[in-house]
């Protein structure tokens, strides 16, 4: 679970501090762009601002055994949350994009670590 913790701080801090600095990279990434400064706030906001605490929250469990099980619980919400809505969003627009493929590929290993390592932590408790 430390392991699943720490690579799950370092991958949603980084890459939500990077969100966070520089909102515009997520335009030649994901196509993603803002046409007025309250829509770069929100992507400062969501991409930046929630990916950043998710984060910080597995890094604080790192040192808080007790949060442990929060923490990859939330993880394999917010992760299982992504893959449902990017599955749907896909469906609908009927476009599957190598952006979107590889985010669902990571959406569904990431959530079905989560789970197995829950249940895991269930069985031994």
Request: charged content about 10%.
């Amino acid at each position: 679970m430390r392991i699943f913790l720490l690579i799950s701080a370092l991958a949603w801090a980084g890459y939500g501090l990077y969100c966070l600095i520089d909102p515009t990279m997520l335009a030649e990434l994901a196509g993603v762009t803002s046409t007025t400064p309250t829509g770069t706030i929100e992507l400062r906001a969501m991409y930046g601002g929630v990916q950043t605490a998710l984060g910080l929250f597995a890094a604080a469990a790192l040192f808080r055994p007790a949060w442990q099980r929060s923490a990859v619980l939330a993880l394999a919400f917010v992760t299982g949350g992504l893959f449902a809505a990017r599955l749907i969003g896909a469906l609908l627009a009927g476009d599957f994009s190598s952006y979107t493929i590889g985010g669902l590929g990571f959406e569904l290993v990431y959530t079905a670590i989560a789970i197995a390592l829950l249940r895991k932590s269930a069985a031994t408790a």
